[in-house]
């Protein structure tokens, strides 16, 4: 028996412990050897396309369905105890406010009618050296930075005709060149959290004189209408939306929102962009049902080929889910159910 992708995605979906080449030929009693493992991993070239072909089915089931939309994040698989390389290296967590050691996944996922799917997925590595002025010490980055990222694989969504109404990303990926390329190139729209530092203008004429102002610095109509500004850089104006909000320590936010469909009002702006929390959704799955980060792999070539494995067994997860009902969190609780009645019928029989 061969190890297949097929057979990976199930045994990491199945296992509770580390995903290894040993656990996986345990659990097919030997037919799949750990030799088979190994080569499966470190042969098999899996990439964005394999995420592409897993999730295109599901796409094309609920593509026209009203509002769908496409969401750019990234998240860190923290891998503190595996070796250096250009792809497991160190990265900023901007939810932890420090650099941990992990790898940087950035995600492109589709969103309508309750089905979330990852269409496509990009490992980041950092291979370009180069001298940090503030330190002298020699430090690695990526060639490309996230918003070129960003940019390519919608560009690859626009090619494979993927049909949605809308683009949500945070700020970190709200950059001019960004909001030009869906608005004028791929004439899609967009909502997109800003920075209260983002500068723009209230008219045209002021943005023609260089007449900028912060978003912090401006004041806003009490009822909460969008106001209509003039980002710098940006070749189109965009409606612009505070929103005050309470987290859980009663501390106050705010929440800085574009958009250049003019048509909006802000309940509108605000309720679509919630559904950027889906993609935090499949960061949190991914993390706790698929074994991305239980992979003792130690190459690039491996390392990279478990974590497409892991996103494709998401995938499977969701076309469970919709099947069945429910949600991931329950899926696993019934195998884990499953597998704890199976141990403890062998713990009877093992003292019978």
């Known amino acids: 028996m ?21 656990g996986m030929s345990e659990l097919f009693d030997g037919e799949i050897s750990h030799d088979k493992v190994t080569r499966f991993l470190s042969a098999s070239y899996l990439d964005s396309t394999t995420i592409w072909s897993r999730a295109k089915p599901l796409v094309r089931r609920y593509e026209h369905a009203a509002n769908a939309v496409l969401i750019a994040d990234d998240t860190i698989i923290e891998k503190a105890h595996t070796d250096e390389n250009a792809m497991v290296c160190w990265h900023f967590d901007h939810s932890k406010g420090r650099t941990v050691k992990g790898v940087n996944l950035l995600s492109l996922l589709f969103d309508a009618a309750g089905v979330s799917v990852p269409i496509n997925a990009h490992l980041v590595e950092k291979t370009e050296g180069y001298v940090d002025q503030k330190t002298g010490q020699t430090k690695y980055r990526s060639l490309q930075t996230k918003n070129e990222m960003t940019r390519a694989m919608l560009l690859l969504a626009h090619a494979q005709n ?16 960004t909001m030009n390329f869906i608005h004028d190139d791929l004439k899609k729209h967009y909502i997109m959290a800003v920075e209260s530092s983002r500068t723009v203008a209230l008219s045209e004429p002021d943005k023609l004189n260089g007449i900028f102002h912060r978003l912090d610095s401006l004041s806003y109509p009490e009822d909460g209408t969008p106001v209509r500004v003039y980002p710098r850089s940006v070749k189109h104006p965009v409606l612009l939306v505070r929103q005050v909000f309470t987290n859980k320590d009663d501390s106050t936010g705010i929440l800085y929102l574009v958009s250049d469909d003019i048509e909006l009002d802000a309940t509108q702006m605000t309720t679509i962009y919630k559904r950027r929390w889906k993609v935090e959704e499949y960061h949190k799955s991914l993390k706790q049902h698929t074994a991305i980060a239980k992979s003792p792999t130690k190459t690039i070539q491996t390392q990279a080929n478990h ?41 009877g029989q093992l003292f019978a």
């Open 307 to 347: 974590l497409y494995a892991s996103i494709a067994a998401f995938i499977k997860l969701e076309t469970i889910k919709l099947k069945f009902g429910g949600n991931h969190f329950s899926i696993t609780a019934i195998l884990t159910a499953i597998a704890t009645k199976a141990a403890f019928t062998a713990l």
């Open 162 to 177: 993927i049909q949605y109404r809308y683009v949500l990303v945070d700020s970190w990926f709200s950059s001019a060149e």
């Open 2 to 22: 061969d190890c297949t992708l097929d057979r990976y995605i199930d045994y990491l979906l199945a296992t509770t412990r580390s995903a290894t080449a040993t």
